[in-house]
């Protein structure tokens, strides 16, 4: 029992960390939360480093009912440096500016629950998007939209607690609106939609212990953030909605009656907190914290977020 506990645990986890990470249960491609500040429209054409540090805990893992408890004992700790390349061409599609970008995360993931733990540190899946797209108008509204595909090339073994990586491809179209006012008042809203294809191989979970093939709910994410500029400083708030629209299957009915059980296994977080950003010459820098007010089938935590946007050149 203590290792189906902890496996659970595991399983459940992996969503929570950095972009590409993600469990066959309750997790997801997107880190929630991630953008923010700048994130919703695109930068005028060159290339552009941006780098993330995000840190992660919860001590609590909500059943379907957001009730916690639901593994005992259960603790998760992420830590992950994540470096973003964009690049944006001077080219026009349909009015748009074209653009292109990669996402490697570096990740460090511990994992326990039921006196049971493991922990992993390794290079995540990574996250390309070879057409960006970036409409922007001169009453301050710019509008962007992408499909991002996370490539299943970090680490994994099915028999492991705390994989790094989904190890199955994903696709995720992406639709942003931002407006940034004369006054400095400034609105991003950034939509994302997984949809998940069937993993590769079969998975072990306490859900579906004969390891039969399991193919994970898609996803639908929302990061917004607003803020008011005072000089070189941006203060405001950052969050993010995260829900499951579709349940989890597995082609062994038995485990498949579990999952209907809990609602299909479907997750559901909402976070928000205080976000700061200092623009210090050319380089922005963004610090946010991020507290997880309600969640169902996934762990409930604390985000932490520092971010650097670094124009390198054109």
């Known amino acids: 029992m203590r290792r189906i506990f ?10 929570v960390s950095a972009p590409a990470l993600a469990s066959e249960l309750g997790g997801g491609v997107y880190p929630n939360g991630a953008e923010g500040f700048s994130g919703a429209a695109m930068p005028p054409p060159g290339t552009y480093l941006l780098g993330y540090l995000q840190h992660y805990e919860a001590d609590r893992f909500n059943g379907p009912d ?4 639901l593994l005992p004992n259960f603790r998760v700790r992420s830590d992950a440096a994540i470096v973003r390349m964009v690049h944006m061409t001077p080219v026009k599609i349909l009015g748009a500016t074209w653009g292109m970008q990669a996402i490697v995360p570096v990740v460090k993931l511990k994992v326990g629950a039921a006196g049971l733990g493991d922990e992993t540190t390794g290079l995540g899946d990574i996250t390309i998007d070879p057409i960006l797209l970036g409409w922007h108008f ?3 509204v710019h509008v962007s939209a992408g499909v991002d595909i996370n490539l299943p090339l970090g680490a994994y073994d099915r028999r492991k607690l705390s994989n790094i990586s989904r190890n199955y491809l994903n696709f995720e179209p992406v639709v942003a609106l931002a407006y940034y006012g004369k006054k400095g008042f400034s ?12 993993n590769n191989q079969a998975v072990f979970t306490p859900f579906n212990p004969t390891g039969a093939s399991y193919r994970s709910g898609n996803e639908l994410h929302a990061d917004i953030a607003v803020g008011q500029q005072i000089g070189k400083w941006k203060l405001g708030a950052s969050g993010y909605v995260y829900k499951q629209t579709t349940k989890d299957q597995v082609s062994d009915p038995t485990a498949q009656a579990f999952i209907e059980r809990m609602r299909g296994f479907r997750g559901q977080v909402i976070g928000v907190g205080p976000t700061a950003s200092y623009q ?4 922005q820098l963004i610090g946010t914290w991020q507290h997880e007010f309600h969640a169902e089938n996934r762990p409930q935590g604390d985000k932490f977020w520092l971010k650097a946007i670094i124009p390198i050149g054109r």
């Not at 902890?6 to 969503?15: D, E, F, R, Y």
């Open 6 to 15: 902890a496996t659970m645990a595991a399983a459940l986890a992996m969503g």
């Open 66 to 69: 957001g009730e916690a408890g």
């Open 138 to 140: 001169q009453n301050g």
């Open 187 to 198: 609105l991003d809203v950034k939509v994302m939609y997984d949809i998940n294809t069937r």
């Open 280 to 283: 210090a010459g050319k380089v």
